[in-house]
């Protein structure tokens, strides 16, 4: 089935749901997840770095939740099936901490600025000695929810498919994906400028895609560092296999006694055999542009013969 979660993006989504759920009966108990979980700024007295992961599962509010897994789940199930789910995990968790990195730096970018407003001529020193004073006031400085790793996520997309048309609302004509994601940068860019105060973490988003793009272009340049392309040439070659079994079962199904009807005639089973060489070759061909350039690429033809070799009944 192409439209079959694959396994860690399923569980990716599992383990999100759960603890949204123990969020809020933990809530009910005067328990605060987001609190012990979340991402505090690191001077704060509430600060664990293990909070850089725990803090990619909890998020605010079921709009919270929602559109990060839709995000999730509408790119993540493409990815993972294209990278396999031991580099698609790597890929989600290390932009995930990363996000939170730079969410770190900007905090007390924020922090330092504020000090120098009170003091003159602020020194690092001066920045830690009052970091150290309003600890606990600095824990309300919390990060939650996977932004971050779904921004990530989606520049993979964008990176990968970059001509492929996704149809966004509200607009009524599809959008190619490199655009799409581009949009999405420059948004989140000028929100940061903008201190919009509207609690959302706009520098966590940009520090994802940040390391998801660092990371893919340290990918395309390093074959040979253990994460390669080739399982994204497995992908294909799965897809070719899928439509080489399927063309031999419907001319199994059509022709039962092939070799009957045909007399046994060596020409007539070598001229079919031809047929279905050159066939097969220009199948091959059709996905290997595909590999290499995207489904987008495909000339009109081409996308009819696909099509049809592919609902061969």
Same mark, same amino acid.
Request: hydrophobic content about 45%.
């Given at each position: 089935?192409?439209?079959?979660?694959?396994?860690?993006?399923?569980?990716?989504?599992?383990?999100?749901?759960?603890?949204?759920?123990?969020?809020?009966?933990?809530?009910?108990?005067?328990?605060?997840?987001?609190? /012990?979980?979340?991402?505090? !700024?690191?001077?704060?007295?509430?600060?664990? #770095?293990?909070?850089? *992961?725990?803090?990619? @599962?909890?998020?605010?509010?079921?709009?919270?939740?929602?559109?990060?897994?839709?995000?999730?789940?509408?790119?993540?199930?493409?990815?993972?099936?294209?990278?396999?789910?031991k580099k698609f995990l790597f890929y989600y968790i290390t932009c995930?901490?990363?996000?939170?990195?730079?969410?770190?730096?900007?905090?007390?970018?924020?922090?330092?600025?504020?000090?120098?407003?009170?003091?003159?001529?602020?020194?690092?020193?001066?920045?830690?000695?009052?970091?150290?004073?309003?600890?606990?006031?600095?824990?309300?400085?919390?990060?939650?929810?996977?932004?971050?790793?779904?921004?990530?996520?989606?520049?993979?997309?964008?990176?990968?498919?970059?001509?492929?048309?996704?149809? /966004?609302?509200?607009?009524? !004509?599809?959008?190619?994906?490199?655009?799409? #994601?581009?949009?999405? *940068?420059?948004?989140? @860019?000028?929100?940061?400028?903008?201190?919009?105060?509207?609690?959302?973490?706009?520098?966590?988003?940009?520090?994802?895609?940040?390391?998801?793009?660092?990371?893919?272009?340290?990918?395309?340049?390093?074959?040979?560092?253990?994460?390669?392309?080739?399982?994204?040439?497995?992908?294909?070659?799965?897809?070719?296999?899928?439509?080489?079994?399927?063309?031999?079962?419907?001319?199994?199904?059509?022709?039962?006694?092939?070799?009957?009807?045909?007399?046994?005639?060596?020409?007539?089973?070598?001229?079919?055999?031809?047929?279905?060489?050159?066939?097969?070759?220009?199948?091959?061909?059709?996905?290997?542009?595909?590999?290499?350039?995207?489904?987008?690429?495909?000339?009109?033809?081409?996308?009819?013969?696909?099509?049809?070799?592919?609902?061969?009944?």
């Amino acid at each position: 089935m192409m439209f079959r979660i694959p396994p860690v993006t399923k569980n990716l989504l599992i383990i999100n749901l759960i603890a949204f759920l123990a969020t809020l009966v933990f809530q009910l108990r005067g328990i605060d997840l987001a609190d /012990i979980g979340g991402l505090h !700024f690191f001077m704060a007295s509430n600060f664990h #770095v293990y909070q850089l *992961v725990t803090y990619l @599962f909890l998020h605010a509010s079921f709009m919270h939740i929602l559109s990060n897994m839709f995000g999730l789940w509408m790119f993540g199930c493409v990815i993972e099936n294209v990278w396999g789910p031991k580099k698609f995990l790597f890929y989600y968790i290390t932009c995930g901490i990363g996000a939170g990195i730079l969410q770190e730096i900007a905090q007390f970018g924020s922090f330092y600025m504020t000090v120098a407003e009170q003091v003159p001529q602020t020194t690092l020193g001066t920045v830690i000695e009052y970091g150290t004073h309003y600890a606990s006031a600095l824990n309300a400085w919390t990060t939650i929810g996977a932004s971050g790793a779904v921004y990530a996520v989606i520049l993979a997309f964008g990176m990968t498919f970059p001509n492929e048309r996704l149809f /966004i609302i509200p607009f009524p !004509f599809p959008i190619k994906a490199k655009w799409f #994601v581009l949009g999405y *940068v420059a948004i989140e @860019f000028f929100s940061a400028l903008g201190s919009s105060g509207d609690g959302v973490a706009h520098t966590a988003h940009l520090g994802g895609m940040l390391f998801g793009y660092l990371m893919i272009r340290y990918w395309n340049h390093h074959p040979d560092s253990g994460y390669d392309r080739g399982r994204g040439q497995q992908f294909f070659e799965n897809l070719k296999r899928n439509f080489e079994q399927r063309q031999q079962q419907s001319h199994r199904r059509e022709n039962p006694n092939m070799h009957a009807e045909r007399g046994g005639s060596k020409a007539d089973d070598m001229d079919y055999n031809a047929r279905k060489k050159q066939n097969q070759e220009e199948i091959d061909a059709i996905l290997d542009k595909i590999r290499k350039s995207g489904y987008d690429s495909l000339t009109k033809e081409e996308k009819q013969k696909l099509f049809e070799a592919s609902n061969q009944r």
